[in-house]
């Protein structure tokens, strides 16, 4: 299966962006990461195969919110009131099969990985 990453680019702070992320096949549970310029990666979210329930780190919580279409093999990450600290390149991430623990937070859960998308949060 391979993950593609779109819909990054340039904003200003307070603005939103919505990337998506299409898998070429069946995914699980599935998240998304970042990496700021020298920076390691972290984690921003994620999401149960079913889509009912999301897990979200603190610096995101109530700005982003994931979805997912489970038709499309597509899942989402809405970005709002985005802050300048945002910027990063974001990374997709999905499991093969459906583990116990259906809102990974850690990178080594994944088995799949995108090509990350670039954000850019201007003042």
């Known amino acids: 299966v391979q993950l593609q990453a779109s819909g990054g680019g340039l904003v200003q702070a307070g603005k939103s962006l919505r990337l998506s992320c299409a898998a070429s096949g069946r995914i699980f549970s599935a998240g998304w990461f970042r990496q700021a310029p020298g920076e390691e990666r972290e984690f921003v979210a994620s999401i149960s195969w079913s889509g009912e329930t999301t897990y979200y780190d603190d610096s995101v919580k109530g700005r982003f919110t994931i979805s997912r279409d489970n038709a499309k093999n597509t899942v989402y990450l809405q970005m709002n009131n985005l802050k300048v600290e945002d910027t990063a390149l974001y990374y997709c991430?999905?499991?093969?099969?459906?583990?116990?623990?259906?809102?990974?937070?850690?990178?080594?859960?994944?088995?799949?990985w995108g090509q990350g998308t670039l954000v850019t949060v201007s003042s």
């Open positions: 991430a999905a499991q093969s099969r459906r583990t116990v623990q259906i809102t990974p937070k850690w990178a080594l859960e994944y088995d799949y």
